[in-house]
């Protein structure tokens, strides 16, 4: 422990950092790769979107007293068929003499895979079973209505930042991450073909809120320490940079204990359960907030950055700094030429470099 | 700083007795398990049959309506959908669900007319001409007679039209069944439709009310309600009289007129006085919102509306028109009157209420079907409930919630091994914050009827973890003060201010995200947004009222403040040297 802290207490002091803002052109191409290969995604997959967007096929079993174990058996019996459309069927029963059995849009020969192993599970005829169109649930209605709610938040989240930090730069910026978090996760969807549920939905509407959520905590204290920018003598990007380092522990930690519980859900979900509404969500989770929490660091202030060099003020302050840079790295760089053979190191009067 | 050393122990008191009073208030709810989603528990299938064939669209309308009224509040995660091309599901958790059957269906046509005249008031007999040998008796239609049988009425109507319409109505009584209480949908557009037909005599000859209808479009009057009801369109009178000739508001009487905003109506009330009413006023689409309440010093419900800025102008004039007359206005649900109320008073600000024969939930029911609007079909009767079971397996809430188990613990063991002293109080601080969020979810179970799903359960134990950013936030800059040197007391203090405000900036972000998305979204956005907002403010109320307090407190014992090496302040796991320098200065 005493090294990892004593790691803390540097980064706070700004002795050991991780230079973010200087390697930002890479940190801006993993993430415009990685939004690439997500947009490809979804637009050569697209998203595997389950039966309360697309609606899909009822069959009713009848069964002579329904129990529990009779629909669970049935569940497994149509995820056994191997159709694709069927691969995340809702199975419950229905009063006390069917089970009934949703499943996605099916072709005649799906439907036909679907219907034997029903009936082979069942023991009854394939006359018995009713069958039936089911519309979405989630109607072209609640979406727009939902896309709505989205577009007024992001409006009103973006005055927020503005009114809190004075700054709108901080809204552009805190923008740009909540995209980067929400288009990699969503193409997450469309490499693994998880079904897309309500409850991803919520997922992602999670993931929204955690991106921003962290985003400010990290913007606060980039703001603290850039107010104090000119008695630190340091430019804004210094300021940024030793902000995002200083906040390195507490993203780390946060990261930790918001992805310990939600792996422990995916784990169980995909591994244990073997495909449940349980994984779909837990993946969303687990995939957003860790793009949410790098975002914050190593998307969005490194971007602030950019657009603040812009101002007149924060170039001073860089060509300051940078000059006050050039002193410390070689404190002779403005004395005359010496002699070749001139012995400096032994000259008394002239203290060693300091190490800032 | 004396009274700041005094109070931490005060609040953290008062902390717990608010907790105290949740739980208390949870023992009277007497629920201790909170209520299962459909995935989970399962719950009530009713299944809607539209009458006719509606159309795809009008379908697909009605669903989202029965979706806004089931899941108004967002929280309940009931589902509807469309089956066939003809029926609606409605999937409710729960298995008490069977009293949400009325909310669902009724169609909801809500409109405000003006009463020209009733059967007691009988103002249609001494203004008019009626027919030689008819008269009104008031009493005859009053709840007493309701076993009158319509052979006795039949005796007193006089002419060739009076029993052609007899007849037209027994026809139609015979079709709809007892189906005509009209709070079953029946006056609902579907009959607008067939209405022209249905009045229709045997004969070919036009019935009464259609004459009515066809006079009163030619009426110039009809477009002024309000002096309309003063001089009321002969035809329509006629009509009137007729209808009561021919048995009036009689016990499983079908509506004879179509609920046409643009016509006047005649129609009956729940206790069998038949109006007839001037074209509508003020529709159910003008109105801003509508709820139950009880009014003050008094005991039965009423449901409030509140309408919306045109509506608001029509009923202040109604108002003045009404105030101090003896003229009533009617308060019309599909097709029957709900109440006909004089004006009592000039109601100018567009806020009135339905008195009437309401409890809690009829009035409650009433106020969600008219908040959320009519529905464009309606249903047949008797819908086919059913019992229907979880559509998740059984294993999965008790792997989900092993898991979620895990997970925390994982965290805490890692919050102790990191935060070592501290760590306990993010130990603490996560099983009050759990405590409450249960209590919260009971509350709500039991109030809102919020019910929780494996995903929502999820969710939740996300919100948790979350949670426990504020008070890593908070902890990293007590560290990061003593770094520079001051002392664990000032620290505390020194570090909660910022850290206090760097977490009401960031929880300011996520509440903004829960009001807005619950105010625009529907069905599980509006759920989620529910479940955020009340995490957030979890958050917050552990982190002022317990974290910070239970810091301060600590601060106050020597194991902390002198940095002992498992306070998680000792010099060592801070980093820096005993003598405190810090590397800032």
Same mark, same amino acid.
Request: hydrophobic content about 45%; overall charge negative.
């Given at each position: 422990?005493?090294?990892?802290?004593?790691?803390?207490?540097?980064?706070?002091?700004?002795?050991?950092?991780?230079?973010?803002?200087?390697?930002?052109?890479?940190?801006?191409?993993?993430?415009?790769?990685?939004?690439?290969?997500?947009?490809?995604?979804?637009?050569?997959?697209?998203?595997?979107?389950?039966?309360?967007?697309?609606?899909?096929?009822?069959?009713?079993?009848?069964?002579?007293?329904?129990?529990?174990?009779?629909?669970?058996?049935?569940?497994?019996?149509?995820?056994?068929?191997?159709?694709?459309?069927?691969?995340?069927?809702?199975?419950?029963?229905?009063?006390?003499?069917?089970?009934?059995?949703?499943?996605?849009?099916?072709?005649?020969?799906?439907?036909?895979?679907?219907?034997?192993?029903?009936?082979?599970?069942?023991?009854?005829?394939?006359?018995?079973?009713?069958?039936?169109?089911?519309?979405?649930?989630?109607?072209?209605?609640?979406?727009?209505?939902?896309?709505?709610?989205?577009?007024?938040?992001?409006?009103?989240?973006?005055?927020?930042?503005?009114?809190?930090?004075?700054?709108?730069?901080?809204?552009?910026?805190?923008?740009?991450?909540?995209?980067?978090?929400?288009?990699?996760?969503?193409?997450?969807?469309?490499?693994?073909?998880?079904?897309?549920?309500?409850?991803?939905?919520?997922?992602?509407?999670?993931?929204?809120?955690?991106?921003?959520?962290?985003?400010?905590?990290?913007?606060?204290?980039?703001?603290?320490?850039?107010?104090?920018?000119?008695?630190?003598?340091?430019?804004?990007?210094?300021?940024?940079?030793?902000?995002?380092?200083?906040?390195?522990?507490?993203?780390?930690?946060?990261?930790?204990?918001?992805?310990?519980?939600?792996?422990?859900?995916?784990?169980?979900?995909?591994?244990?359960?073997?495909?449940?509404?349980?994984?779909?969500?837990?993946?969303?989770?687990?995939?957003?907030?860790?793009?949410?929490?790098?975002?914050?660091?190593?998307?969005?202030?490194?971007?602030?950055?950019?657009?603040?060099?812009?101002?007149?003020?924060?170039?001073?302050?860089?060509?300051?700094?940078?000059?006050?840079?050039?002193?410390?790295?070689?404190?002779?760089?403005?004395?005359?030429?010496?002699?070749?053979?001139?012995?400096?190191?032994?000259?008394?009067?002239?203290?060693?470099?300091?190490?800032? | 700083?004396?009274?700041?050393?005094?109070?931490?122990? !005060?609040?953290?008191?008062?902390?717990?007795?608010?907790?105290?009073?949740?739980? /208390?208030?949870?023992?009277?709810?007497?629920?201790?398990?909170?209520?299962?989603?459909?995935?989970?528990?399962?719950?009530?299938?009713?299944?809607?049959?539209? @009458?006719?064939?509606?159309?795809? @669209?009008?379908?697909?309308?009605?669903?989202?309506?029965?979706?806004?009224?089931?899941?108004?509040?967002?929280?309940?995660?009931?589902?509807?959908?469309?089956?066939?091309?003809?029926?609606?599901?409605? @999937?409710?958790?729960?298995?008490?669900?069977?009293?949400?059957?009325?909310?669902?269906?009724?169609?909801?046509?809500?409109?405000?007319r003006l009463v020209a005249c009733s059967t007691v008031d009988g103002r249609c007999a001494t203004t008019t001409g009626l027919p030689e040998g008819i008269q009104i008796d008031p009493?005859t239609t009053?709840?007493?007679?309701?076993?009158?049988?319509?052979?006795?009425?039949? *005796?007193e109507s006089q002419g060739?039209n009076n029993?052609?319409a007899?007849?037209?109505?027994?026809?139609?009584?015979?079709?709809?069944?007892?189906?005509?209480?009209?709070?079953?949908?029946?006056?609902?557009?579907?009959?607008?439709?067939?209405?022209?037909?249905?009045?229709?005599?045997?004969?070919?000859?036009q019935s009464p009310y259609d004459a009515c209808v066809a006079a009163a479009a030619d009426d110039e009057t009809t477009a002024e309600p309000l002096s309309w009801i003063d001089n009321p369109t002969t035809a329509c009178v006629d009509a009137f009289s007729q209808f009561q000739a021919s048995?009036g508001?009689?016990?499983?009487?079908?509506?004879v007129m179509?609920?046409?905003?643009?016509a006047p109506l005649i129609t009956? *009330?729940? *206790?069998?006085i038949a109006y007839l009413l001037s074209p509508?006023?003020?529709?159910?689409?003008?109105?801003?919102?509508?709820?139950?309440?009880?009014?003050?010093?008094?005991?039965?419900?009423?449901?409030?509306?509140?309408?919306?800025?045109?509506?608001? @102008?029509?009923?202040?004039?109604?108002?003045?028109?009404?105030? /101090?007359t003896e003229k009533q206005?009617a308060?019309?649900?599909?097709?029957?009157?709900?109440?006909a109320?004089?004006?009592?008073?000039?109601?100018?600000?567009?806020?009135?209420?339905?008195?009437?024969?309401?409890?809690?939930?009829?009035?409650?029911?009433?106020?969600?079907?008219?908040?959320?609007?009519?529905?464009?079909?309606?249903?047949?009767?008797?819908?086919?409930?059913?019992?229907?079971?979880?559509?998740?397996? /059984?294993?999965?809430?008790?792997?989900?919630?092993?898991?979620?188990?895990?997970?925390?613990?994982?965290?805490?063991?890692?919050?102790?091994?990191?935060?070592?002293?501290?760590?306990?109080?993010?130990?603490?601080?996560?099983?009050?914050?759990?405590?409450?969020?249960?209590?919260?979810?009971?509350?709500?179970?039991?109030?809102?009827?919020?019910?929780?799903?494996?995903?929502?359960?999820?969710?939740?134990?996300?919100?948790?973890?979350?949670?426990?950013?504020?008070?890593?936030?908070?902890?990293? !800059?007590?560290?990061?003060?003593?770094?520079?040197?001051?002392?664990?007391?000032?620290?505390?203090?020194?570090?909660?201010?910022?850290?206090?405000?760097?977490?009401?900036?960031?929880?300011?972000?996520?509440?903004?995200?829960?009001?807005?998305?619950?105010?625009?979204?529907?069905?599980?956005?509006?759920?989620?947004?529910?479940?955020?907002?009340?995490?957030?403010?979890?958050?917050?109320?552990?982190?002022?009222?317990?974290?910070?307090?239970?810091?301060?407190?600590?601060?106050?014992? !020597?194991?902390?403040?002198?940095?002992?090496?498992?306070?998680?302040?000792?010099?060592?796991?801070?980093?820096?040297?005993?003598?405190?320098?810090?590397?800032?200065?």
């Amino acid at each position: 422990m005493g090294r990892f802290a004593q790691l803390g207490n540097d980064l706070h002091s700004g002795r050991r950092g991780i230079d973010f803002v200087a390697r930002r052109l890479v940190l801006y191409a993993v993430s415009v790769v990685l939004i690439a290969i997500a947009v490809f995604g979804l637009s050569y997959k697209g998203l595997n979107l389950g039966i309360e967007f697309t609606g899909g096929t009822q069959y009713r079993v009848p069964v002579a007293a329904a129990t529990q174990d009779d629909a669970d058996a049935l569940r497994q019996a149509v995820l056994d068929s191997g159709v694709e459309g069927a691969s995340n069927p809702i199975v419950s029963t229905a009063g006390d003499d069917a089970v009934q059995i949703q499943v996605e849009p099916l072709s005649l020969e799906e439907a036909a895979i679907v219907t034997e192993a029903i009936v082979a599970t069942a023991g009854v005829s394939a006359d018995d079973l009713s069958q039936e169109d089911i519309g979405a649930s989630w109607g072209r209605q609640i979406a727009e209505r939902a896309l709505v709610g989205l577009a007024v938040f992001i409006v009103l989240v973006v005055l927020f930042i503005w009114a809190y930090f004075r700054e709108w730069k901080m809204s552009v910026a805190a923008l740009v991450a909540l995209a980067h978090d929400v288009i990699i996760t969503v193409g997450i969807y469309a490499f693994t073909g998880f079904e897309v549920t309500p409850a991803t939905v919520t997922g992602i509407l999670t993931i929204l809120a955690f991106s921003l959520y962290d985003t400010v905590v990290v913007f606060d204290k980039v703001r603290e320490n850039t107010e104090a920018m000119r008695e630190s003598r340091k430019s804004y990007r210094q300021a940024a940079n030793l902000a995002v380092n200083q906040t390195l522990v507490r993203s780390v930690n946060t990261s930790l204990v918001a992805l310990l519980p939600v792996g422990a859900i995916l784990y169980v979900g995909a591994v244990q359960l073997g495909g449940s509404s349980l994984q779909d969500l837990a993946l969303a989770l687990f995939v957003g907030m860790a793009a949410g929490t790098y975002s914050s660091v190593c998307i969005a202030t490194p971007l602030l950055v950019d657009l603040k060099n812009t101002e007149d003020e924060v170039k001073l302050a860089e060509k300051r700094a940078k000059a006050r840079q050039r002193a410390a790295a070689d404190p002779y760089a403005s004395v005359p030429n010496f002699a070749d053979d001139m012995p400096i190191h032994n000259d008394p009067g002239v203290e060693p470099p300091s190490s800032r | 700083m004396a009274r700041k050393t005094a109070r931490p122990g !005060r609040t953290l008191v008062v902390f717990f007795l608010v907790m105290a009073i949740a739980y /208390g208030l949870v023992a009277l709810a007497g629920t201790w398990k909170p209520t299962l989603g459909l995935d989970l528990q399962g719950g009530t299938s009713i299944t809607l049959r539209a @009458e006719g064939d509606p159309g795809e @669209e009008a379908l697909d309308q009605a669903r989202q309506i029965i979706d806004d009224r089931v899941n108004g509040s967002g929280v309940a995660e009931a589902e509807v959908t469309t089956q066939g091309g003809n029926e609606i599901v409605v @999937e409710i958790p729960g298995e008490n669900a069977r009293n949400l059957i009325e909310t669902v269906q009724r169609t909801a046509q809500l409109r405000f007319r003006l009463v020209a005249c009733s059967t007691v008031d009988g103002r249609c007999a001494t203004t008019t001409g009626l027919p030689e040998g008819i008269q009104i008796d008031p009493s005859t239609t009053l709840p007493q007679d309701e076993g009158q049988d319509g052979g006795q009425d039949g *005796d007193e109507s006089q002419g060739r039209n009076n029993r052609a319409a007899l007849g037209a109505w027994a026809r139609l009584s015979d079709t709809q069944g007892d189906g005509a209480d009209g709070s079953d949908g029946s006056g609902g557009q579907g009959d607008e439709n067939s209405n022209g037909n249905r009045n229709r005599n045997g004969n070919g000859q036009q019935s009464p009310y259609d004459a009515c209808v066809a006079a009163a479009a030619d009426d110039e009057t009809t477009a002024e309600p309000l002096s309309w009801i003063d001089n009321p369109t002969t035809a329509c009178v006629d009509a009137f009289s007729q209808f009561q000739a021919s048995g009036g508001c009689q016990q499983g009487a079908a509506p004879v007129m179509g609920d046409d905003p643009a016509a006047p109506l005649i129609t009956c *009330d729940e *206790d069998g006085i038949a109006y007839l009413l001037s074209p509508a006023m003020i529709e159910g689409t003008q109105l801003d919102d509508a709820g139950a309440a009880i009014p003050q010093q008094q005991v039965n419900y009423v449901v409030t509306l509140s309408f919306d800025g045109e509506g608001t @102008e029509v009923f202040a004039d109604i108002s003045n028109a009404l105030v /101090g007359t003896e003229k009533q206005f009617a308060i019309v649900l599909d097709g029957q009157v709900l109440s006909a109320p004089t004006m009592e008073g000039r109601i100018l600000d567009g806020n009135a209420q339905i008195s009437g024969d309401f409890n809690e939930t009829t009035a409650n029911s009433l106020a969600t079907s008219l908040r959320y609007g009519s529905l464009p079909i309606a249903f047949e009767d008797q819908p086919l409930v059913e019992t229907i079971g979880p559509s998740l397996a /059984g294993d999965q809430l008790s792997a989900g919630l092993t898991a979620g188990g895990i997970g925390l613990a994982i965290v805490m063991l890692y919050c102790l091994l990191y935060y070592r002293g501290l760590g306990t109080v993010v130990v603490a601080s996560l099983f009050v914050a759990a405590g409450i969020t249960y209590a919260m979810v009971l509350l709500l179970s039991e109030t809102a009827n919020f019910t929780l799903t494996l995903p929502g359960i999820a969710g939740i134990i996300v919100a948790v973890g979350i949670t426990a950013d504020s008070f890593i936030v908070y902890f990293e !800059r007590i560290r990061d003060e003593m770094r520079i040197g001051k002392s664990m007391k000032v620290a505390v203090e020194a570090g909660w201010k910022r850290a206090r405000n760097t977490c009401l900036a960031a929880d300011a972000v996520s509440l903004l995200a829960a009001v807005v998305l619950y105010i625009f979204a529907a069905g599980v956005v509006k759920g989620f947004a529910f479940a955020l907002g009340l995490t957030t403010i979890i958050d917050l109320v552990v982190f002022f009222w317990f974290t910070h307090p239970m810091v301060s407190w600590l601060a106050k014992y !020597r194991f902390f403040n002198k940095g002992h090496r498992l306070s998680g302040l000792s010099p060592e796991t801070l980093g820096v040297a005993r003598t405190a320098t810090g590397g800032n200065a």
